[in-house]
């Protein structure tokens, strides 16, 4: 069976129910076609931000030939800022360098676990990024909640059941496939 990537449709039915962290990892994954692995261990150092294109430089395998990717304005705006400014609002102290169109403190989190916007203590001290099996299960979760994926539970004599749509590369197959249509 051959792997497909997610449908535009079905991104924006993943979107249209997303919290700011969940749209955010959506559009990470769907703009710039890294892998999940990469995710967890993002921190805002990594983020530097072209106001002239209105969209960020993503650091992601740093020392190689593809240290680096861009998002698309849609992922900058209204997925990293967006996140970003909500984390501020509760209370985290993270500030935008303007001069450097960076975010600081540079070693914070991209995504940390989730918190209690009610608890200002919670918001701004308790920062733990998140791990990569945890990235794993809330975007399964979430898009099972969203309609985009079914729960299916394996017979008893296979670990898992195999789809057409992976999980995860489903949204890299999905931004490679753009790319390669726009040459």
């Known amino acids: 069976m051959k792997d497909k990537a997610y449908t535009t449709e079905q991104i924006q039915q993943a979107l249209s129910t997303a919290d700011h962290r969940m749209r955010m990892i959506i559009l990470i994954l769907v703009s710039t076609g890294c892998r999940i692995g990469a995710l967890p261990g993002l921190t805002l150092g990594h983020l530097t931000k072209i106001p002239e294109y209105g969209l960020y430089k993503i650091t992601f395998y740093e020392g190689t030939n593809n240290e680096y990717t861009f998002t698309t304005r849609e992922c900058a705006r209204t997925g990293i800022d967006s996140y970003l400014l909500y984390r501020q609002r509760c209370g985290e102290k993270i500030l935008f360098n303007q001069n450097m169109n960076r975010w600081d403190p540079e070693d914070a ?6 918190f209690d916007a009610a608890d200002s203590f919670q ?16 975007l399964s979760l979430h898009l099972v909640r969203s ?16 789809k057409i749509v992976t999980l995860t590369n489903g949204f890299r197959k999905r931004c490679i496939s753009l790319f390669i249509e726009a040459g």
């Open 123 to 138: 918001a701004s001290r308790q920062i733990r990024p998140i791990k990569y099996q945890s990235l794993k299960q809330i």
């Open 109 to 114: 989190p991209l995504i940390r676990l989730t």
């Open 147 to 162: 309609g985009v994926r079914q729960e299916e539970h394996p017979p008893e004599h296979k670990k898992r059941v195999r």
